[in-house]
């Protein structure tokens, strides 16, 4: 099993729907998780971190974090077309001084008018 | 506060020339790190610094070089440019706390010809 793992989608939903983009990890990386999102052409932007295990929520995003099946998940509500991008699920490599972010792959979401 | 700055944003090199990348942090961050994208391939550790003085190999290192110049400053240099660099490279920095999350540059475009 490879450290973080993501669905490559592309994930299409309609305007206004939840968007649910998840993401997989191993023991190789520490249970602290970074959500970001790249729009095409520009750079990653932080847009939540979660630690503990459950819901964090911060408007119309809700991060989820289950570490008895290792996952964790960001549900986006009533999603708009400028939600459409590449998001991408980091978290430090486990031992090592914590120094790296493994990332996954990201998932590709398409917010359709 | 500028964040991470990285230049150029934009390079066209013919194979076999050299260039250096520059990326700076005004965040007083330990750690730096270059990577570069491809589509499909996510985003890939090229080098790393923990702290300043010290540099580290990640997935991709081969063709390049890095130089912590100060705690500031993390360059990337390629001395033989090959097509197989063309690519998008991103910079980030990051605190040594384990919950803190990565800042990008805004990247730089570069073409190998």
């Known amino acids: 099993q490879k450290e973080v793992e993501q669905n490559s989608g592309p994930l299409s939903v309609p305007e206004g729907a939840i968007a649910s983009l998840n993401c997989t990890y191993s023991?190789?990386?520490?249970?602290?998780f970074f959500w970001y999102r790249q729009y095409s052409g520009k750079s990653p932007e932080l847009i939540m971190s979660i630690y503990s295990n459950g819901d964090k929520e911060d408007g119309r995003f809700t991060a989820q974090l289950n570490k008895a099946s290792q996952y964790v998940s960001l549900l986006i509500r009533d999603s708009q077309p400028s939600d459409s991008a590449t998001y991408l699920c980091a978290a430090p490599e486990r031992g090592g001084n914590n120094r790296k972010l493994i990332w996954g792959l990201g998932t590709s979401l398409a917010v359709n008018p | 506060n500028a964040g991470v700055t990285q230049t150029p944003k934009f390079q066209v090199l013919k194979t076999g020339q050299s260039m250096t990348l520059q990326c700076a942090q005004d965040?007083?961050?330990?750690?730096m790190y270059w990577y570069r994208q491809d589509p499909g391939m996510g985003l890939r550790l090229i080098y790393y610094?923990?702290?300043?003085?010290?540099?580290d190999k990640g997935e991709v290192p081969n063709g390049y070089n890095v130089s912590r110049l100060n705690k500031r400053e993390f360059s990337l240099r390629l001395e033989s440019a090959a097509p197989s660099q063309t690519s998008v490279y991103f910079c980030a920095s990051r605190g040594t706390v384990l919950n803190t999350e990565a800042f990008f540059g805004q990247g730089t475009r570069l073409t190998v010809v």
């Open positions: 023991d190789r990386v520490s249970q602290s």
């Open positions: 965040m007083n961050h330990n750690s």
């Open positions: 610094s923990a702290s300043e003085g010290t540099t």
